[in-house]
Every structure is written in C-alpha cells, then in structure tokens.
C-alpha cells in the first residue's frame, strides 16, 4: 500500500522540496513561497503558502505543480 500523504506545514513542505526534490526558493511575497527548479526537461515551479498547517488537497495540489509524486514526498515526511 503507497504511503499516505500527512498534513504538515507549510515552512516543512518547503523544507522538504529544497532539500530533497531540488527546488529552491525564488522569491516570497507575504506567506506565500515560489519555488522554482530546472530539469532537462524545462522548469518547474510551485507557490507554497507557509501556513502553520496545510490541508491535504492544498498539498496535493503543490506537489500536481511540481512535479512531484506524492508518494515520494511521503516517503521524506
């Protein structure tokens, strides 16, 4: 069974997507983060808010942008 994605926040999500998956933050206006990373196959990005707890469709929704597959990020969780 894949691993399950678990709420965390945002400034942990961020964490997580620099240190692990590559990105690297770009720019932040008010609480909200834009990461950014380039591949060999362009460029992805993702706008993370830095909320005290993300809800689980919120993170899915980054990780959709990113590029990411949940159950990697769930494996860094």
Known sequence: MPAQLKKISGKECV???????????KRQKGSH???IRE????????????HSELKIGTLKGILELAHVKEEDFA???
């Open 15 to 25: 964490k997580i997507l620099c240190n692990k998956f590559g990105f690297a933050a």
């Open 33 to 35: 983060v834009f990461l």
């Open 39 to 50: 591949t060999s196959e362009g460029r992805d990005a993702g706008v993370v808010p830095l």
């Open 75 to 77: 494996a860094f969780q």
